[in-house]
């Protein structure tokens, strides 16, 4: 049987395919990659798209969860000086109530009261960067302003809208509550609460002023049930940013499942295509032209 | 009866076949490099013998012919492979040049589409902001970039291959005008009975040529050879060749044109084969991905735009300039309609700090908003068609090259020039010829002898 003469093509066609896996297997380790373009793996590429989608949201997430926490932190801690507020007014009150206290006993009990009603306004205007936090969504002006018209001498300004920011593919977290909910709602209202002590304790009736004391206690447990929201949300948040901690750490590890090279294989690989490599062009150098002219004499 | 004179013509004719066969085989070595050569072998005949008397002697022998040895079925196999070969080689080297649009990377359409819509959660958490606003202006022109980038690439490449259609055309023409010339030559030399050997193996390697650049249908007959596409398109006919035109289209490409018919769409493999699927399929198709997914993000989110407030408590307009109708080039024209921050509807009821309209922009992350998918489902789609149309051109083209070359082991195999073989033919010419020579020197002895036979003393 007749054999191709020129065995040249078939080598360099090796050599050339050869040398083709070696720089894949170069590229896959020095990326660190098996996936470096589509074509390499389509579907593993097509699902490497999804993953770095998943995690720029993990990850966004997680830089939400980093800008709402402080404002609902502040927000908790600012109910508490509320609710402690409160307190002293009603020790107050319970003070004034005491028959043995006189008009001047009790008229310097009012400056304290009122010196509490005006942390109480300061402490419902909060701001969080710029925004006042208890005004519902309308957060470019002061919840409260004071208002001598109103029986609870101030007047919410603020609306009762409330928001809710994604921290989950199927996580909403609402991040507020607003004031006409927290400080001047129907069944507990601190400022009207405040504003009938000072009236009671100028009055000077100690019914009355029980009265008093008894609905500011009411609107302190008002005040502290609804403060509730603000640290379940809190608890949420942090529930929330462990698991998308493990969402990211599992995220990541099906981005290497999926795209990562596998490095001890693809070495393996390319020690065997360089001795391949090798043994072709030794071949090829070996390959002499040798043939019958150069026998003849 | 038989004579010196009748011998020594034998003996010249054995000198002469021999001087024959070596010019052959001195032929076969210098062409032992030349692409596309078949090797020649001599053909010896027994000369026509003549009858003298009751005896019938051989007059020597005739070099009758050189014959090329070639194989028509493998040739035929050969410039099916190479069209194949030239298709997918084509077609894989343009979609490898594709695919890096789809690269993932930090600029990418995919990583865009998230970080815009990360730029809209992150507002979300706080929608006053102008410097939140402001990333998302600068995410929204981000994703416009990414989509303007990609179309324009794309586009780049489609006028590219269209240049190149263009070439391969002309290539074409010169190869077609060729093999027209040479069947004339081999025309001329086969009705003279001569052999036409090397033009043939040129016309051959010509055809060869023409099929790595469209697809050959070859039909022998009467000493000649015609050409057509596997369509029917004719090339050469005989001695005529037919050129392929080239008309530019309304759209700016160039349509392929065979004696005033369109013939474009016949053209199915080949380099112009490969060059018309991955400028008139691939890319528009991948182009018509992307003006999808374009077009239905800014639409998705310029309706949610709309139905929320800005900063000023007006109600918004349109983030993105709307895409234009049916979406063709809602890709290479996405851009951002406004440049103040806020404008950016964020809230949902007039007020400066709600963000649920900004939610709700956020949400259509997550919704069917393009042809029924989210845009990073449909975009990671668009990744593995563009990958799995890219991984099958390439294996196309590694298994026709694989083939390809098996065939052409086999042709070689059977008309490759073995210098083994021409030393060995040498050998046996030379021998030959000595021998016919020693022939005529003995035959000269034996004149001599008899010339000088009354002067020769016993």
Known sequence: MRIDPNPYPDLLAEVAQTQQQVNTDEQEIASGLSVNEPSDNPGAAALLVENAGQTSEADQFERSIGSIQGEIQSADSTLDSVTTALQQAISLGTEGANGTENAADRAAIVVQIQGIQSQLLNLANLTYQGNYVFAGTATQAAAYVLDPSSPSGVTYQGNTGVNRVRVGSQITLQTNLPGSQLFSASGGNVFQSIQDLITSLQGGNTASIGTAVTEVGDASSYLSEQSVFYGNALDQLTSQQTYLASDTTELAQQETTIGGADLPNVISNLTTSQTSLQATLEAIAQTESTNLFQYLK | ?458
């Open chain 2, 1 to 458: 009866m038989s004579s010196l004179n009748a011998s020594l013509a034998t003996a010249l004719t054995g000198l002469i076949a021999e001087q024959g066969a070596m010019q052959v085989t001195t032929n076969n070595v210098a062409n032992v490099n030349t692409p596309g050569y078949s090797r020649e072998d001599p053909v010896l005949v027994t000369s026509d013998p003549v009858a003298i008397g009751p005896l019938t002697f051989g007059t020597g022998v005739t070099l009758q012919s050189v014959e090329s040895i070639r194989d028509p079925l493998l040739e035929s196999q050969i410039q099916q492979q190479t069209q194949s070969q030239g298709q997918f080689s084509t077609l894989a080297s343009a979609l490898q040049q594709t695919q890096a649009n789809f690269i993932s990377s930090t600029s990418d359409i995919g990583t865009a589409i998230s970080n815009f819509f990360d730029s809209i959660n992150q507002l979300s958490s706080d929608p006053p902001n102008l410097s939140l606003r402001q990333g998302v202006l600068t995410a929204a022109d981000d994703l416009a970039t990414s989509f303007n980038t990609a179309a324009n690439n794309l586009s780049q490449q489609q006028t590219s291959l269209d240049s190149s259609v263009v070439q391969t055309v002309t290539q074409i023409n010169q190869l077609t005008q060729q093999i027209a010339n040479l069947n004339q030559q081999v025309s001329n030399l086969q009705n003279v009975g001569e052999s036409a050997g090397s033009f043939v193996d040129q016309r051959q390697q010509a055809i060869d040529q023409l099929s790595g650049l469209v697809d050959v249908s070859v039909i022998s007959a009467n000493n000649s050879l015609t050409l057509t596409t596997a369509n029917g398109v004719p090339l050469v006919t005989g001695q005529q060749s037919f050129q392929l035109q080239t008309q530019i289209t309304p759209a700016g490409l160039h349509d392929v044109y065979s004696q005033g018919n369109n013939v474009t769409s016949q053209i199915t493999s080949g380099q112009l084969g490969g060059t018309l699927q991955a400028r008139d399929q691939e890319i528009p198709a991948i182009q018509g991905q992307l003006d999808t997914l374009a077009a239905g993000v800014a639409n998705a989110v310029n309706t949610v735009q709309a139905g929320g407030f800005d900063l000023n408590g007006d109600a918004g307009t349109n983030l993105f300039n709307p895409p234009p109708a049916g979406v063709t080039g809602a890709a290479a024209s996405l851009s951002v309609a406004i440049t103040d921050p806020s404008l950016i509807a964020a809230s949902s009821d007039g007020s400066a700090g709600s963000n649920g309209n900004a939610e709700a922009m956020y949400d259509l992350n997550n919704q069917a908003i393009v042809a029924g998918q989210t845009p990073t489902d449909y975009y990671s789609g668009i990744v593995f068609d563009v990958g799995n149309d890219t991984a099958n051109a390439s294996a196309e083209q590694t298994a026709s090259s694989s083939i390809l070359q098996q065939l052409n082991d086999q042709l070689a195999s059977v008309s490759g020039v073995s210098l083994d073989e021409e030393a060995a033919n040498m050998v046996r010419y030379q021998d030959a010829y000595q021998a016919s020579a020693q022939v005529i020197t003995t035959i000269n002895d034996m004149m001599y002898t008899v010339i000088n036979m009354d002067t020769l003393t016993v």
